[in-house]
């Protein structure tokens, strides 16, 4: 597995939650970690990235202010912070890795972890 995404759940509106990306193999190879988001019914979204190297970040609008991402080098892991979780916040998130923050081809996807917040 080269990336393993995990720590979905059942939150209620303006709860938390944190979500883990850890990145092992060959995808350790690409500098930037990006999670999108998709609703049922809907297309998947781009919610935020890291760059390993340098720590920068970019967001979504729907999320700036709400979400934090972060990673630790030391464990091959990024982290996506969410809080203020509204519902519409509510689909399965993944991690994928690329070269460009938001921006494709992504090489390797996570398997998806489902977040859902109750109103």
């Known amino acids: 597995v080269q990336l393993q995404a995990s720590g979905g759940g059942l939150v209620q509106a303006g709860g938390s939650l944190r979500l883990s990306c850890a990145a092992s193999g060959s995808a350790l190879g690409f500098n930037v970690m990006d999670w999108f988001r998709q609703a049922p019914g809907k297309e998947r979204e781009f919610v935020a990235a890291?760059?390993?190297?340098?720590?920068?970040?970019r967001y979504a609008d729907s999320v700036k202010g709400r979400f934090t991402i972060s990673r630790d080098n030391a464990k091959n892991t990024v982290y996506l912070q969410m809080n203020s979780l509204k519902p519409e916040d509510t689909a399965v998130y993944y991690c994928?890795?690329?070269?460009?923050?938001?921006?494709?081809?992504?090489?390797?996807w996570g398997q998806g972890t489902l977040v859902t917040v109750s109103s």
């Open positions: 994928a890795t690329s070269r460009i923050a938001g921006m494709g081809p992504y090489d390797y």
């Open positions: 890291i760059s390993w190297s340098s720590g920068r970040t």
